[in-house]
Structures are given as structure tokens and as C-alpha cells.
């Protein structure tokens, strides 16, 4: 397997940290932005979008602050969600850390953009 590259993005998010955070770790609200079902099972999340599944357990987080899942059966590679405050304008961002082969990094940040597209959708931003 060749390995992946890591890249991050950010996005403003017209939300609070608390509401935010619950669509980054809770599986119904996940499955409304992120993947068409989640489910978890003795703490292993299974996201499913079309024919593909993945599997992947929170292996670190913060209540409003981030939650970094890691990829069952793909170890190193993880997917975190950090939720940024501003201090002085209180502005909420969402940076995303992820990784993909070289050749579908443009893919991946496409799905990642369409992604919070759905996120700020749902969250009425």
C-alpha cells in the first residue's frame, strides 16, 4: 500500500462549539452530514456511504473542542475534527486533519468541501 499524505483544511462554521460537537461525534448527527448511515457498536463506529464501509473508534477528544477517530485495519492513518474559537470574535472554524493516496488528495478535499456543505445545511449556518 503507498502511503498517504496528510493535509488539513478549514472552514468557518456560523455555530457554537457545543452544537458543533455534537455533529462531530454523535452517530445520528453524523449520519446527517457525514456519511449516509453511522452506526456504533462497543465503541467502534461504522460509517457506510453507498457500497463502501469504514470502521473507526474515537481514540482521542474534548468535548467541544475535537474528536480524532482512527481507522480500524489502517493504522497510522486517522480523520480528526478540531472545532477553533477565536478569542477576540468569538468566530467558530472547523479544521479538518485527514489523509489520502497522492493521487486522490484533490478527490478527498472535494469530499471534505462537499462535506461541510451538508454540515453547514443542516446546522442552518
Known amino acids: 500500500?503507498?502511503?498517504?499524505?496528510?493535509?488539513?483544511?478549514?472552514?468557518?462554521?456560523n455555530s457554537s462549539p457545543k452544537i458543533l460537537y455534537s455533529y462531530l461525534e454523535e452517530p445520528s448527527a453524523l449520519a446527517q452530514w457525514f456519511a449516509d448511515d453511522v452506526t456504533v457498536r462497543k465503541g467502534i463506529y461504522e460509517f457506510v456511504w453507498d457500497d463502501e464501509k469504514k470502521q473507526a473508534q474515537i481514540v482521542s477528544s474534548k468535548e467541544n473542542e475535537f474528536v480524532r477517530f482512527k481507522l480500524i485495519n489502517e493504522e497510522p492513518y486517522f480523520f480528526e475534527m478540531k472545532i477553533i474559537q477565536d478569542e477576540l470574535t468569538n468566530d467558530v472554524a472547523l479544521a479538518i486533519t485527514d489523509f489520502a493516496k497522492e493521487e486522490d488528495l484533490e478527490n478527498r478535499k472535494l469530499i471534505w468541501n462537499n462535506s461541510i456543505d451538508y454540515l453547514q445545511g443542516v446546522l442552518g449556518a
Open 1 to 13: 500500500m503507498k502511503d498517504k499524505v496528510k493535509f488539513q483544511l478549514e472552514y468557518i462554521i
